[in-house]
């Protein structure tokens, strides 16, 4: 069967306003392009943020802006203690957080979605199979279950390396695969992305399991295409080369979120700011080059052979 390239089409809208409020010390007025604001990120997805905050800095240069980096959990406890305003995450909620909300009375945030990547199967050009089963692997890891005997070319069991569970790669990773049950098959945690690209590109025997963002300009690796039972589309989904294309449609399993979260759901300074990352002509025309989706656009998908 041929392959196809997926060519996206993007027609991007933006919402321009100048609300402004009175902040907290009537020293210091807050408007849609003045004031102080400090954000804290998903160190993960820092390589494609880091680009969209320096746009807002260039359009929005009386807003002293600061940024600071941190894992997925240190973000998010940022937002679930009050200490800042704004945080951008490449995940939804975990379960104890959830948890923690609902005893302490904690409504869930106003939040903006502004992109989406993919969670990936990835391996060593070596690895002798381009194609599984995402019910199969769930299977293999959750359940313990031997992916070698249910798919055609695979001698080995398979190893599973990903990153430790702070990073939102493995939040995602406990949400959608292990879906919060205990694993039967061990998945081996490591620090950063370097340490994750290490030891899938020295094994032919090792699946990884990281993020589109991170892979799909880097020809070291292959992306594992999947089948899978769509419950949305309720049919079976053939598997699908590893694009935005197949993302956008829905025909890729594993769909991660990028959410600006806001401490207050007001139209304030974070708002604004939030409403640039989800709705800016620029920010979404970049993640689109970065090769994830942009959420705020009409698409138009032309296949070509």
């Known amino acids: 069967m041929k392959n196809k390239v997926i060519v996206i089409i993007l027609t991007l809208l933006f919402i321009s306003c100048d609300n402004k409020y009175e902040a907290k010390d009537p020293g210091d007025v807050e ?4 004031g102080k604001l400090t954000v804290y990120c998903d160190e993960l997805i820092k390589p494609l943020l880091d680009s969209a905050f320096n746009l807002y800095s260039q359009e929005y240069d009386k807003v002293e802006l600061t940024i600071e980096y941190a894992n997925s959990r240190n973000v998010m406890s940022q937002l679930l203690s009050k200490e ?3 945080v951008v995450s490449a995940r939804d909620y975990l379960s104890d957080e959830d948890s923690l909300m609902n005893v302490y009375d904690i409504k869930k945030h106003k939040r903006f979605v502004i992109a989406y990547d993919g969670l990936v199967f990835f391996t060593n050009k070596d690895f002798p199979v381009d194609t599984l089963n995402a019910n199969q692997i769930e299977n293999a890891i959750v359940n ?16 599973y390396v990903t990153l430790d569970q702070y990073s939102s790669i493995y939040a995602n990773f406990n949400s959608m695969i292990a879906k919060d049950n205990p694993l039967r098959k061990k998945v081996e945690l490591v620090e950063n992305i370097e340490a994750l690209e290490k030891q899938v590109a020295s094994n ?6 990281g993020l589109l963002s991170h892979l799909v300009n880097n020809n070291q690796f292959k992306l594992i ?34 959410y600006a979260y806001l401490l207050e759901d007001r ?7 939030g409403t ?14 970065k090769g994830i989706v942009p959420a705020f656009a009409r698409i138009k998908l032309k ?3």
């Open 144 to 159: 313990g279950e031997d992916l070698s005997k249910s798919t055609k070319g695979l001698d080995f069991e398979p190893t």
């Open 84 to 86: 800042s305003r704004v």
């Open 31 to 34: 408007t849609i392009n003045s």
């Open 276 to 289: 640039y990352l989800a709705k800016q002509e620029s920010v979404q025309k970049l993640f689109l080059e």
């Open 204 to 209: 032919n025997s090792i699946i990884g399991i």
């Open 267 to 273: 139209q304030n300074l974070p708002f604004w700011f």
């Open 225 to 258: 295409r999947l089948g899978f039972d769509s419950d949305s589309l309720k049919k079976y989904i053939t598997p699908k080369p590893v694009h935005q294309g197949y993302i956008v449609q829905d025909l890729y399993p594993y769909k991660v979120p990028y």
């Open 303 to 305: 296949y070509e052979d």
